[in-house]
């Protein structure tokens, strides 16, 4: 999968993408993410690439040539993957639709995807009128540019890319992947400061272990986020486990 991102800050992308697992799925060719510098597409002499916003107020606005030169150079006019289907142009803004594991799943289905990181005030309405297909917020706050957003949009959708987590089903039991939060996790030793493993998880028997598991997602998805459960898939052993749950509450 292919990511293109448009920054005023292309040099705060490689020592990220240079660690750890998205290291690795790079050198494998599983992801290529080349980050472009909009100021390279200005013409005048000072590279200029913000200006004062019309009707006054602070704060300065990114202009709209360079942003539209920069994408449509990389990316040519109208880009489409070989599905056929136009390649998203998704500008990071607190403005946007939140960011969340479904989203995430949805652009792991892109060939390709193109990133446009906002600084100061923001982008020129014309950039979001007519060169950008989506809106990503990734969440309700504010920051002071789009390039953590774009890092972690490009973090969260290649781990779902077959091949870049080592265990192949490893995001499968993910929190959000399946509209719960993910079971505990505990490794050696089975005693620390007299806490120890609960007893089940060193038993080895894998039923019991995934019934642990399962109840114990369910558990701390009734107390931590009851709202997931409105959404999440449920079979009749879980109604009832939660159904304990809410007679013990009472
Ligand atoms: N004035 C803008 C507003 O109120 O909507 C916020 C501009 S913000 C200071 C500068 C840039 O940071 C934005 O253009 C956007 O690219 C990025 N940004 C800030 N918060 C974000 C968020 N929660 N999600 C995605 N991008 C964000």
Redesign the pocket.
């Known amino acids: 999968m292919r990511f293109d991102v448009f920054t005023l800050l292309p040099e705060v992308f490689l020592p990220y993408l240079a660690s750890s697992i998205l290291k690795r799925a790079r050198e494998r060719g599983l992801i290529q993410v080349n980050a472009h510098n909009i100021r390279e597409y200005t013409h005048d002499k000072h590279h200029v690439t913000d200006d004062t916003p019309y009707g006054g107020g602070g704060?300065m606005v990114?202009k709209p040539e360079p942003v539209f030169e920069a994408v449509e150079s990389v990316m040519g006019q109208n880009p489409v993957q070989t599905t056929g289907q136009p390649v998203p142009i998704i500008?990071?803004?607190?403005?946007?639709r939140v960011?969340t594991q479904r989203v995430a799943e949805e652009l792991s289905q892109h060939e390709r995807i193109a990133l446009?990181?906002?600084?100061?005030?923001?982008?020129d309405e014309r950039i979001r009128e007519h060169l950008v297909t989506d809106e990503?917020?990734?969440?309700?706050?504010?920051?002071?540019?789009?390039e953590?957003?774009a890092l972690i949009l490009v973090d969260a959708v290649s781990r779902l890319i077959p091949g870049v987590l080592g265990d192949p089903t490893g995001a499968d039991d993910d929190s959000h992947s399946m509209g719960l939060l993910e079971y505990p996790h505990y490794t050696k030793p089975a005693e620390f400061r007299g806490w120890t493993v609960p007893e089940v998880l060193q038993s080895g028997n894998h039923a019991k272990i995934d019934q642990w598991r399962r109840e114990q997602s369910l558990l701390r998805t009734f107390n931590k986020r009851p709202d997931m459960l409105e959404k999440a898939i449920l079979d009749e052993k879980d109604s009832k486990f939660l159904n304990g749950l809410k007679k013990e509450e009472r």
């Open positions: 704060g990114m500008l990071l803004t607190p403005q946007g960011f446009i990181c906002g600084r100061y005030e923001g982008v990503i917020s990734i969440g309700d706050y504010v920051l002071t540019g789009g953590l957003p």
